[in-house]
């Protein structure tokens, strides 16, 4: 059972930063494809970024240009450092292992972390 623990949430101004991890209890983790993803009040989740096991990265149009998304496999861990923040990023924020033909991430999700961007 894959769990998965978002962390580095808050609340930031609008241009303002912040990086958020995503540690993945997985020995096989540096063979997942990996994604993050987010859900905004009444809105569906979306997929923003992901990173393949070759690091090979992509990213959603809203974001591209301010969220880098990145992995350690030693310490088993995805970040995505979000820049120039905007009040439409706020929304809780989900890393899951991604499926290779789809934006579907296949294992249970975690709590996630909220991200509020307001002044």
């Known amino acids: 059972q894959v769990q998965l623990v978002e962390s580095g949430g808050g609340l930031v101004q609008p241009g303002g930063s912040l990086r958020l991890s995503c540690v993945v209890s997985?020995?096989?983790?540096?063979?997942?494809?990996m994604g993050w993803y987010r859900q905004a009040p009444g809105k569906e989740r979306e997929l923003v970024a992901d990173i393949t096991t070759r690091r090979f990265t992509n990213y959603a149009d809203s974001v591209k240009g301010r969220f880098t998304i990145s992995r350690d496999n030693a310490k088993r861990t995805v970040y995505l450092r979000m820049n120039s923040l905007k009040p439409e990023d706020t929304a809780v924020y989900y890393c899951?292992?991604?499926?290779?033909?789809?934006?579907?991430?296949?294992?249970?999700w975690g709590q996630g972390t909220q991200v509020i961007v307001s002044s």
């Open positions: 997985a020995s096989m983790f540096s063979f997942y494809h």
């Open positions: 899951n292992r991604k499926a290779e033909n789809s934006d579907s991430g296949l294992a249970s």
